[in-house]
């Protein structure tokens, strides 16, 4: 009896265990996924219980077949979260990875979700979809981190929402470290690539393919129908350093960069829309190695220029290393529909280095439009090895040693909104409309981001003048509030104000300047996610603390992975005094601001610098500021620096600093006794540079550092009296009536 009952109850346990197996196996915390991934059999669905999973390290290693994969997925969509410093690994084969969603912490490794659980032991024949990473982010922005590497062969990643990747590291990877990854008939398709901010560095690619190691070897990927919005990271939105790669029917909407044939050769862009909308920086194709191609592709409001350019082909480096640049050579163009786009650029980079113009290049059937721009054509060397046939220019664009043809052209906007022009059969693109937007990419049950709220859009709240009544304002305000000081008086702090979020300080008269005082050693610090905006106020530094290092506004000391924005307009700033080195504006390494605005303002008495950006000295292209704009404003008795604004190293993959500064007064600013290397103005590897109607009266020197690319420097209207001058390291600037010292320069 005892035998027979043992007899049954294996059985009956077998059978249940058989029938959990091919239904859904539930777990609830780490342990219990362990060993159900242990136990899986092909077919096995594991579940992950609804709520959060803290620091949850899953490795999903398994092995399905073709008909029956091993998949996991979560008990409710929207309903499980993986947070803190959780991470996945998927190795194995036939493998389905569903529905999660990683927000709210970091990978305690290099990567989020990992297609290999070592080397030589990777993900083959596995699909990751429906699956959400925002804003999954240590908080260092210069920590080096991925957020999907996909190694081994034949594997999918679709339908998934990546946004808001802030720290250095590619978004996605596809990694070929060995031969088992090379070869690997990966398809990317069908994913939200959104909000990728401007890292001010290189690495802040949204996809890359290969490496430069493997760059001569086949990849075999393909990119297609991926929706790509305001991915700013830096100049590469894709970088392509592999061979044989597609680019099919892919949306990139208000991108700053292009897609880079950086290496490899046998690629192809075609079918794809990149709409910039008249965004700075945008941009469209960038042309390196051999038989590479675009074809049927439609680009339109693209304001990049150089290597961002709507169409960017490169001169290359004669008998180059892998990791440079190979010669343009069997370069297809052909079918393409440009509408205004401002930079058509032919043998960009063209330098002593490189001097390898394109050769057996042909650029056939495309059509250039611009309603407002003649000259969108540069060329930098010589392109006698392009060959161009059967395109047509709008008869106001400069043609090209006659050899495009120049013709009227009607343009109609099409039923989707679209400019087309109007042409012949066989001219142009053939597109009518995008393949992708936002809404048919991604998840459809995780809402997607609207833009990152600005200013000026919450609630107007009055605060009266008094002791820390504005510190509490402050500590109780939210996203986009404007905080209006709304009666005449001091507001005195003895604590620094933490601005965490977008924020709008105002004087509710324009007439009156309310008076904000502290005796903090920072007024204000802009801590991560902060952007501050002042207008119509009086800031006075005469209760600030007796000792070194004070400052009214500074950045956090910490690395901040969020850009701010400050902006600074018809407000009075004295009596930054009591000590020396008491800035206006500090910041700190391992931040960046987006903008930096000041308008119509009055600075006096100050013993320490107005702003000094150059914090990033280790000369690696990176830099604390994209745009700096001074204008309408007064400066008198500056102590330190108006401005600091640098970027060293040489190179190539970001887009600033940018510095435009107008109609200004600027008299005892940084004129030390005896010390000839006081400045006054600043400026080192900035890349766009207009300073103009400046009066300059016993300041110090103004300087010009021009180094890396092709900057664009512009002095103009300039009068500088009894100062110390203008140095600059080479000619390469405009200058037109600057007068120093009574000399013209």
């Known amino acids: 009896m005892t035998s027979l009952y043992k007899i049954l109850v294996c059985v009956v346990l077998t059978l249940l265990y058989s029938c959990v197996n091919s239904g859904v196996i ?67 084969e036939y493998l389905i990875v569903e529905g999660l969603v990683f927000t709210n912490g970091y990978s305690p490794v290099g990567e989020v979700i990992s297609f290999k659980k070592k080397k030589g032991e990777y993900a083959n024949h596995c699909r990751l979809t429906e699956c959400v990473i925002d804003n999954y982010n240590p908080a260092e922005r210069m920590k080096l981190s991925y957020w999907i590497s996909l190694y081994g062969k034949n594997n999918r990643v679709d339908h998934c929402y990546l946004v808001d990747k802030r720290n250095r590291g590619v978004t996605m990877a596809v990694r070929m470290i060995d031969e088992d990854c090379l070869e690997n008939n990966h398809r990317i398709d069908h994913n939200y690539f959104g909000y990728r901010q401007n890292l001010g560095a290189n690495g802040g690619e949204t996809l890359r393919l290969g490496t430069s190691r493997y760059s001569l070897s086949t990849c075999g990927t393909q990119v297609d129908s991926n929706y790509f919005e305001s991915c700013d990271g830096e100049h590469e939105i894709i970088s392509n350093k592999s061979c044989g790669n597609k680019f099919l029917d892919n949306t990139f909407y208000e991108c700053k960069g292009t897609l880079t044939y950086r290496h490899g050769n046998d690629n192809i862009a075609e079918g794809n829309f990149f709409i910039g909308n008249n965004k700075d920086y945008t941009g469209g194709i960038r042309i390196i190695n051999k038989r590479n191609k675009a074809i049927n592709n439609y680009f339109s409001d693209l304001k990049g220029y150089r290597f961002r350019g709507a169409l960017v082909i490169m001169n290359g480096v004669p008998n180059s290393v892998i990791n440079r640049y190979h010669q343009v050579d069997g370069g297809v163009f052909a079918n393409n529909t440009f509408v205004n786009c401002d930079h058509i650029q032919l043998c960009a980079g063209s330098d002593e ?14 059509v250039f439009y611009h309603d407002s721009r003649n000259a969108i054509f540069t060329v930098y060397d010589d392109i006698s090895g392009i060959t161009f046939k059967n395109n047509v220019i709008g008869d106001n664009i400069e043609n090209i ?74 500590a109780s305000s939210h996203k986009g509030d404007i905080l209006s000081l709304s009666e005449s008086g001091d507001y005195l702090m003895n604590k620094s104000m933490i601005i965490d979020h977008p924020l709008t300080i105002i004087s509710a008269n324009e007439d009156i300047k309310p008076v904000i005082k502290s005796n903090s050693a920072h007024m204000f610090v802009l801590s991560n996610g902060g952007s501050l905006k002042l207008k119509g106020i009086e800031i ?32 009075r700033v004295s009596n930054l005094d009591v000590e020396q080195s008491f800035d206006f504006f500090k910041i700190y390494k391992n931040t960046m601001a987006d903008s930096i605005l000041i308008r119509n303002c009055q600075f006096s008495n100050i013993s320490g610098n107005i ?46 600093p940018s510095l435009h500064m107008e109609t200004c007064t600027l008299t005892n600013v940084a004129n030390g006794d005896g010390d000839n290397t006081i400045w006054a103005i600043y400026t080192h590897g900035v890349q766009v540079n207009h300073i103009s109607k400046l009066k300059m009266e016993h300041c110090g020197y103004l300087n010009l550092h021009m180094s890396n690319g092709e900057p664009i ?26 007068m120093v010292n009574g000399v013209e320069l």
């Open 540 to 571: 006075n530094g005469n209760e600030g603390p007796n000792h070194p290092g004070n400052s009214i506004i500074s950045t956090s000391d910490r690395s901040m992975n969020c850009n701010y924005k400050l902006r600074v307009e018809d407000c």
């Open 401 to 474: 040693n006659n050899k495009l043809q120049a013709i009227k052209l009607k343009v109609v906007e099409n039923e989707f909104g679209f400019k087309m022009p109007q042409t012949d059969e066989g001219l142009g693109c053939s597109l009518a409309k995008p393949a992708v937007c936002a809404d048919n990419t991604g998840v459809n049950w995780y809402p997607k981001k609207a833009k990152a709220m600005q200013f000026d859009t919450g609630r107007t709240i009055a605060v009266k003048p008094g002791q820390n009544t504005l510190f509490e304002a402050i």
């Open 611 to 656: 702003m000094l950006l150059d914090k990033e000295n280790d000369d690696r292209g990176i830099y604390n500021a994209e745009y700096v704009i001074i204008e309408h404003s007064e400066f008198k008795d500056i102590q330190g620096a108006l401005v600091h604004l640098y970027r060293g190293g040489t190179d190539e993959s970001t887009f600033g």
């Open 26 to 92: 539930k777990v609830a915390n780490v342990e219990e996924f362990n060993h159900a991934v242990k136990m899986a059999l092909p077919g096995d669905i594991i579940q992950l219980s609804n709520g959060i999973w803290s620091n949850a390290e899953l490795m999903f290693d398994a092995k399905g077949t073709a008909d029956k994969p091993i998949k996991l997925t979560v008990e409710q969509k929207a309903k499980v979260t993986l947070e803190g410093q959780s991470r996945l690994v998927i190795s194995g």
């Open 713 to 738: 420097t512009s002095l103009s209207d300039i009068n500088m009296i009894d100062s110390k001058g203008i140095k600059y390291n080479n000619k390469s600037f405009t200058a037109s009536n600057v």
């Open 353 to 366: 280095e490189r001097s390898a113009i394109p050769i057996n290049t042909t650029i056939v059937s495309n």
